[in-house]
């Protein structure tokens, strides 16, 4: 794979134009594409085995008026009581609609000033395009809001259709563009990485379109996908950049060094892309359909994001030549002069038979900070180990809940009806239960007695009459809690029903439900995602560095850095420490969507960060011999990389934490966090420390298995081209680390 994609970029930089241009005929092609037949987002809750898709399937075969989507038009009046007659005439023009049956007469509120009007239909949600099912309900109802009314909608027609999100992206990018020039210099390298990672974002997002039009893809992947497609893509392009200007300073041509930084940074991106990859597979292991979505529109975007940045950024590098240097440089570039070295002072010394690069004494603060840690690895390790564990503690008390429309902003009109639910007819009518009956079956067929017990249950605040099918063989009972949907109150309710109320042959559905039921599949099914993703980067990183300790001490280092960001998110939104701050109007329970999402996505994310560090490492270890000075070097080396590419990360995810989404919020601010703590406290600190203690022993590897597994020479070093010290991979403060010499010449 090396020698391929030093073959490749080599290619790249010496037909810049050629691959520059074939990439933007891809964008072209595979955007009309979409636009031409691509399809739109849109939610579709089907948990298969539960008690909610049961009682759905139910409705479809008794009540086909009420097996479709369903709506909810509430109408508001703030100084008077509402008119009779207005409200037969919107009843009127709603039941004009295609396939709609409207519940008559409406539920007025006890002071006359509000009507709700349940509106079923008899398609599926999935069948409206874009906001159709809203701008038809809009229509039927304009008389009245000529009328000074209030009119709100609200149910699943309301609220499945992908908004838009706003300039989250725009300020993300913006950020990640003034770190990128204050890490660069130059104007041209700081775009560089954002036009690598825009491209790979416009072929994926096209993708997604298309990918809309043959299967179901939910409303919030798309904008998901985009928060992580923008981050890997700079990512991934920055160290990419990093290293191609690694190898001008050495004094390497612009072809050579674009093609060295393909071959040993590309390797590092491939198979941080590809661990990212294999991730988003074990969101299959979720078991819902509309889950996987998730995955594959990420999937989709990670994956154009890796391979445009393995072909274009050598393409734009061998394209701008010496522009990416600052002008000092360019200078004695120019004038075919290697760039001398700076504030580095190596230092030598003999360890056993070979002699061996001593931590050299460096004036970068990256250098220092490393040479510290090295100092007294042990205080290091246990004090990094006891924050992550304090950050990680809430973790214990997460509650899990699918986003509804409480929790939307104020703008939403899904989020105005329902509050006016809530103030006019209780919190509990925002989220009924739906109690399908089959009359053909004992003790089921007792629909009083039945109507009886539930109306005595504690937690129920109202039992509407019941609903009798055109057949007579099956009864529909709407029960309303005294709580609302989030409330932990209406699942302990919902479960009481099932479990110790209801007879045989009564099932529960209805929206709340299928929430309860999602939160709880997607609950049992974490630590199957968990597992499977864990023993895929085993067998990864076992692979690529040839070491079991590595491996298993990278897996555990990652479950901690997500556990610490999960006790955060509880912290922040649960327990409400930052939930208004970031836009909600309360303290709320997480959503049931994030932590398996945000686990496969950040365990991919956190292995960047480890390849690129230990890639380096095991580099200078190979060539020294030297176990405890490579951990020194290699984070020297890396850290200026590592933290420039997590502040990127972090500016982007936080953008997308002040989304009008909540899912997007959680996952934006979720992910902000894992970065920071993970490219901070675990990648700076606990890693290093941890490598310092164990010394050689970091890098042991069973005879037998070495012999089973494939061998790829991700860090191989390259043999040297200039006499001297090799500068620092970071561009950005252009000070420069030590060249260490191979083994055989320190002997």
């Known amino acids: 794979m090396r020698t391929f994609l030093h073959r490749i970029g080599g290619a790249a930089a010496a037909h810049p134009k050629r691959v520059i241009a074939g990439w933007l005929v891809i964008l072209a092609a595979v955007a009309t594409l979409s636009v031409l037949v691509g399809g739109t987002p849109r939610d579709v809750y089907e948990v298969p085995g539960s008690q909610a898709q049961a009682g759905q399937d139910f409705l479809l075969e008794h009540f086909a008026d009420r097996a479709g989507t369903d709506a909810r038009v509430i109408i508001h009046s703030t100084d008077k009581p509402l008119d009779s007659s207005d409200l037969a005439q919107v009843s009127d023009q709603l039941r004009q609609l295609h396939g709609v049956s409207v519940v008559d007469p409406p539920r007025l509120s006890a002071d006359g000033d509000t009507a709700l009007i349940p509106v079923h239909y008899r398609i599926p949600v999935t ?16 008389a009245v809001q000529t009328q000074g009314l209030q009119v709100e909608f609200g149910g699943q027609v309301a609220e499945n259709f992908a908004a838009p999100s706003g300039p989250t992206e725009i300020v993300g990018i913006v950020v990640a563009l003034v770190i990128l020039l204050f890490a660069f210099g130059t104007v041209i390298a700081a775009g560089l990485p954002l036009a690598v990672a825009l491209i790979g974002l416009g072929i994926g997002s096209s993708l997604i379109t298309i990918m809309a ?19 890997v893509g700079i990512d991934y392009a920055l160290l990419l950049a990093s290293r191609h200007i690694e190898g001008l300073r050495s004094g390497l041509s612009i072809r050579e060094a674009a093609a060295q930084a393909n071959g040993s940074a590309g390797v590092s991106v491939v198979f941080a892309g590809t661990t990212v990859l294999a991730s988003l597979l074990g969101l299959r292991l979720a078991g819902l359909p509309l889950y996987a979505s998730f995955g594959f ?24 030549g010496y522009r990416l240097l600052r002008s000092p440089e360019r200078a004695a570039m ?15 010394r003999g360890v056993g038979k070979h002699r061996a690069l001593a931590v050299t004494t460096t004036a970068t603060l990256t250098g220092r900070w490393a040479a510290q840690i090295g100092r007294r690895p042990w205080r290091w390790a246990l004090g990094s180990l006891v924050v992550l564990l304090l950050l990680a503690a809430p973790v214990v008390n997460m ?23 809530a103030a006019e007819y209780g919190p509990g009518a925002n989220g009924p239960l739906l109690l399908t009956v089959d009359t053909q079956q004992e003790p089921a067929a007792d629909v009083p007695g039945l109507i009886s017990r539930i109306s005595a249950e504690p937690g129920v605040a109202a039992v509407a009459p019941p609903v009798i099918s055109p057949a007579g063989d099956a009864t529909l009972i709407v029960v309303q809690p005294t709580t609302g949907p989030q409330d932990e109150a209406t699942k302990q309710l919902l479960g009481r029903l099932r479990s110790e109320v209801l007879p045989p042959g009564v099932l529960v559905t209805g929206l709340t439900a299928f929430y309860a039921d999602v939160s709880a599949h997607l609950a049992s099914r974490l630590w199957v995602v968990i597992a499977f993703v864990v023993c895929l980067s085993l067998i990864l990183l076992t692979t690529i560095f ?24 509880v912290a922040v939104f649960q327990w409400g420490w930052g939930a208004v701050a970031l836009g909600l109007p309360y303290a709320v329970p997480v959503s049931s ?38 951990v020194i070097r290699g984070l020297t080396s890396t850290g200026r990389v590592i933290t420039s590419a997590a502040a990127i990360m972090v500016a982007v995810f936080i953008g997308f934490a002040f989304d009008a989404d909540s899912t997007v919020k959680m996952m934006g601010f979720g992910m902000a966090v894992a970065v920071f703590i993970d490219a901070s406290i675990v990648r700076m600190v606990l890693v290093p420390a941890t490598m310092s203690l164990l010394g050689s022993a970091n890098w042991w590897l069973p005879a037998w298995l070495d012999r089973l597994l494939p061998t790829f020479d991700i860090d191989k070093p390259y043999p040297a081209t200039t006499v001297g010290w090799e500068p620092e991979t970071v561009p950005d403060l252009a000070l420069h680390a030590p060249r260490h010499r191979t083994a055989e010449a320190n002997a």
Request: net charge neutral; hydrophobic share 50%.
């Open 546 to 569: 040839r070491s079991l300790v590595v491996a298993i001490k990278a897996a555990v280092m990652n479950l901690l850095s997500i556990a610490a960001a999960y006790g955060v998110m």
């Open 213 to 231: 039009a043959v299967t179901d893809v939910s409303t919030t992947a798309p904008t998901i996908a985009t928060m992580v497609g923008i981050g």
């Open 399 to 421: 509650r899990t809940w699918p986003q509804d429309a409480g929790i939307q902003p104020d703008s939403n009109t899904s989020r105005r009806a329902y509050d006016l639910i």
């Open 297 to 320: 529109a990420t999937l989709a975007i990670v994956g154009a994001v890796m391979l445009t940045s393995v072909t274009l950024v050598p393409a734009l590098c061998g394209l701008a």
């Open 127 to 142: 069948d409206f395009v874009g906001t159709e099912g809203i701008d038809a309900l809009k229509s039927a109802t304009a």
């Open 593 to 630: 969507w994030v932590p398996i999402l945000m686990f496969t996505i950040l365990f991919g994310l956190s292995m960047d960060y480890q390849v690129f560090l230990l890639s380096r490492v095991r580099e200078d270890w190979l060539a020294t011999g030297d176990a405890h000075g490579s």
């Open 334 to 348: 120019a004038a075919r002069q290697p760039l001398a070295p700076r504030h580095t002072r190596p230092q030598r």
